[in-house]
């Protein structure tokens, strides 16, 4: 039988070579608090495109200065960025990945000197920042943010791009109503919490007409907070809009426990999948050949994000395909160390 996982994926007008994909995930290393590209993301990208991983989405990336979760974010908010973008995307390219960037704002979640954001004045915890609430123009300009970053994006050559609605970031914060207690259009029934996502996907679809990803947390994991059936319905609205694909995670709106095993979000992907008609991918502790293979053949996603594991091993899609015996294509330089 043939291995799913090393098969080609046609999402939207691109072609990925195989289905792995490696999971955005914050490196933390613009050390001159500029957001700009450093030789570590042009390392540390490049190192997983030789790996072989067909899509690369980069790290969250902001797209306004107060957006940063740190002040080592990387960051898309000014022109100046589009120069160390365009070379990172066209050296991960070069060695046959396709690039992805994830469009992120922080919101209540920004560890960051000054002013930040949320849809109301409330906390993650007590030991964070108390956000201001945002006002009808700063919504206005934060997805206007959101459609600058994605114009960047597109100058700076990447082939997808994936809006951050999870984690508890700032889209994630008005979906839930844990986080948004606002009283205007904004605020209260589903469809008012959805509309600011709604505002940054219409906004980004009249610049971008490649593969669009939404990362979504599709469970609370707290009582009153949102479930797999509330993202159902969300996703199915992301999916008239154009939305291509679903990047399916968890948690992390509010500081409730998670139960983690093997596989635990992998469920919520297939819910989605399966509830909204629209293909996802899977996240969360899959860490072998055998588990992202199980996921691919029953249909319960589309695409297997690794985050974790690809930092221990950037060479992944290999010693997945050892454990699935079947042959994975070498770099050429490495032909004499791969099979
Ligand atoms: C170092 C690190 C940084 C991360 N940064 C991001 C990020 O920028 N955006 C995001 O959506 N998730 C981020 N994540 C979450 C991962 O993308 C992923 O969803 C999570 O680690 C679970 O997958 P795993 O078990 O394969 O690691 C990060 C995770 C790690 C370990």
Request: contains cysteine; glycine residues 8%; aromatic residues 8%.
């Amino acid at each position: 039988m043939t291995k799913k996982l090393f098969e080609p994926y046609k999402l939207k007008n691109i072609t990925l070579k195989n289905r792995i994909v490696m999971a955005p995930m914050c490196m933390y290393s613009s050390h001159n608090e500029d957001g700009k590209v450093e030789n570590w993301h042009k390392t540390h990208y490049t190192s997983r495109a030789v790996g072989g991983v067909g899509l690369i989405i980069q790290e969250a990336t902001s797209v306004t200065p107060q957006g940063r979760i740190s002040p080592q974010d990387l960051g898309i908010w000014s022109d100046d960025h589009i120069e160390g973008l365009t070379e990172l995307v066209s050296l991960i390219k070069e060695q046959g990945a396709m690039t992805g960037i994830q469009l992120a704002h922080a919101g209540r979640k920004a560890v960051l000197e000054g002013e930040i954001l949320a849809p109301s004045a409330i906390p993650f915890n007590d030991k964070m920042k108390t956000p201001k609430e945002m006002s009808l123009g700063d919504i206005k300009e934060t997805v206007q943010a959101f459609k600058d970053g994605a114009i960047r994006a597109k100058k700076a050559g990447f082939d997808v791009i994936e809006i951050h609605a999870a984690h508890g970031y700032l889209i994630n914060e008005f979906l839930s109503p844990l986080s948004n207690k606002r009283s205007d259009e904004y605020g209260g029934s589903a469809e008012n919490r959805y509309r600011f996502l709604k505002e940054i996907i219409g906004e980004t679809k009249t610049v971008w007409d490649g593969p669009l990803l939404v990362r979504v947390s599709a469970k609370d994991y707290q009582n009153d907070g949102l479930d797999l059936e509330d993202y159902i319905e969300i996703s199915k609205w992301m999916k008239a809009q154009g939305v291509d694909l679903i990047d399916v995670s968890s948690g992390a709106v509010v500081p409730a426990q998670i139960p983690v095993y093997p596989g635990y979000q992998v469920k919520l992907a297939e819910g989605i999948k399966h509830g909204a008609d629209i293909p996802t991918g899977a996240v969360g502790l899959i860490t072998t050949g055998i588990q992202a293979e199980e996921i691919l053949q029953n249909e319960r996603a589309d695409l297997i994000l690794l985050a974790r594991e690809l930092l221990r091993d950037p060479y992944w899609p290999r010693t997945a395909a050892i454990e699935l015996q079947t042959e994975l294509e070498s770099p050429e330089q490495y032909s004499r160390a791969w099979n």
